[in-house]
């Protein structure tokens, strides 16, 4: 890609998101205020994060992989519903996902 498309890209990238931006400000008052409209909201951060972490554990490329990653992502999902600390959770995870490396060749 040259020098001058990457920067129309960008430039484009970011014209869009101005316009969602002031399209969200935009949106009535009366809208934003409904009862339902708050818990879809509050509800959404956790959906993109929950999505990102299964394409990144679930994914190599093109194609559905099983490998340490999902080893991982499941003792962490185990050790974070046992409530264990987070850096106890992240080294359970890196641990495990690591053996499953090694074990799997």
């Known amino acids: 890609m040259s020098g ?16 969602l931006k002031l399209a969200g400000l935009s949106v009535p008052a009366a809208w934003v205020e409904h009862p339902w409209v708050t818990r879809v909201v509050e509800f ?19 194609d559905l992989v099983v490998d340490g990653r999902l ?3 499941a003792v962490a999902a ?9 850096i106890v959770v992240l080294v359970l995870a890196g641990a495990t996902g690591a053996l499953v490396h090694v074990l799997a060749g």
């Open 78 to 86: 185990l050790a974070l519903a046992l409530r264990a600390p987070f």
């Open 71 to 73: 080893a991982g992502l």
């Open 44 to 62: 959404v951060p956790a959906a993109l994060l929950a999505a990102l972490v299964a394409v990144q554990a679930a994914t190599s490329g093109p």
């Open 4 to 19: 001058g498309s990457l920067w129309t890209v960008v430039l484009v990238a970011a014209v869009g998101c101005y316009l």
